[in-house]
C-alpha cells in the first residue's frame, strides 16, 4: 500500500532497539506454551534508556517489546504498575523514545490492560498477533480496508511514532488524509 509505504519514512533519524521476550515458546499455540520464567521488562527497558540517554539527544530511539508474558520482577512477582510508570515517566522525552508492544498472548486480562494503555500512554502502540489485529483493524475500518501482512510489519513499526498507525483499530482513519488514496493515482494501460 503506497500510503503505508510512504509512512516509512517517518523511521528516518531513528535508532530501532527490539526487546523480544523469551520467557516462553512462541512456536506453538498461546495456550500450550505457558510462560516459564520471570519477565522483567521494567529492568531491561530502564537498561535501555540509561544507555541511551546521551544518544536520545541526537537520535529517536523507537523501542518495539514482543512479550507473552505479564512484567514481573527477576523472582517472578507480577510489575504491571511498575510498567505503566515506566511508559509514562521514564520515557524522556516521550516523543524521541515511541514503543509498540507486540502483545503474543490471547490472556484477555493482559491484553484489557494492555489495550486500555495504548488508549492513554503517549506514544505507546499495543499490536496483537497479525490475525487478532487484522479483525480488529477490518471490523473498525470496513473489510475494503488494505492490511496485508506487510501492513502489519508498518503498524508496527510506525504505532508508536505516527498516531494514524495506532488508530487503526481504535476508530475510522482516511487514507485519503496523505493524499495518497487509489482515487488520486493514475493508471496507465496499454504500455
Known amino acids: 500500500n503506497t500510503t503505508f509505504a510512504s509512512?516509512?519514512?517517518?523511521?528516518?533519524?531513528?535508532?530501532?532497539?527490539?526487546i523480544c521476550d523469551d520467557s516462553g515458546d512462541v512456536?506453538?499455540?498461546y495456550k500450550k506454551a505457558p510462560t516459564r520464567c520471570p519477565t522483567p521488562?521494567?529492568?531491561?527497558?530502564?537498561?535501555i534508556l540509561k544507555d541511551k540517554r546521551n544518544?536520545?539527544?541526537?537520535?529517536?530511539?523507537?523501542?518495539?517489546?514482543a512479550t507473552d508474558g505479564e512484567p514481573t520482577d527477576d523472582m517472578g512477582k507480577p510489575r504491571i504498575d511498575e510498567l505503566r510508570q515506566c511508559l509514562l515517566r521514564e520515557r524522556i522525552p516521550t516523543e524521541r523514545i515511541p514503543v509498540t508492544i507486540i502483545a503474543c498472548t490471547d490472556d484477555k486480562n493482559s491484553m484489557s490492560y494492555l489495550n486500555d494503555w495504548?488508549?492513554?500512554i503517549p506514544n505507546l502502540d499495543v499490536v496483537d498477533d497479525y490475525r487478532s489485529e487484522k479483525e480488529e483493524?477490518?471490523?473498525?475500518?470496513?473489510?475494503?480496508?488494505?492490511?496485508?501482512y506487510g501492513d502489519y510489519v508498518v503498524k508496527i513499526l510506525m504505532g508508536g511514532i505516527d498516531s494514524w498507525f495506532d488508530e487503526w483499530d481504535e476508530k475510522k482513519v482516511s487514507i485519503d488524509e496523505y493524499g495518497l488514496?487509489?482515487?488520486?493515482?493514475t493508471i496507465y494501460n496499454g504500455f
Not at 544518544?55 to 517489546?65: A, G, H, V
Not at 477490518?138 to 496485508?148: E, I, R, T
Open 27 to 29: 512456536s506453538g499455540p
Open 181 to 185: 488514496s487509489e482515487s488520486r493515482i
Open 7 to 18: 509512512k516509512l519514512r517517518g523511521l528516518d533519524g531513528y535508532e530501532i532497539v527490539f
Open 41 to 47: 521488562i521494567v529492568k531491561i527497558l530502564r537498561k
Open 118 to 120: 495504548d488508549k492513554v
Open 137 to 148: 483493524i477490518l471490523a473498525c475500518q470496513g473489510k475494503s480496508f488494505p492490511f496485508s
Open 55 to 65: 544518544q536520545i539527544r541526537e537520535r529517536k530511539l523507537l523501542i518495539l517489546l
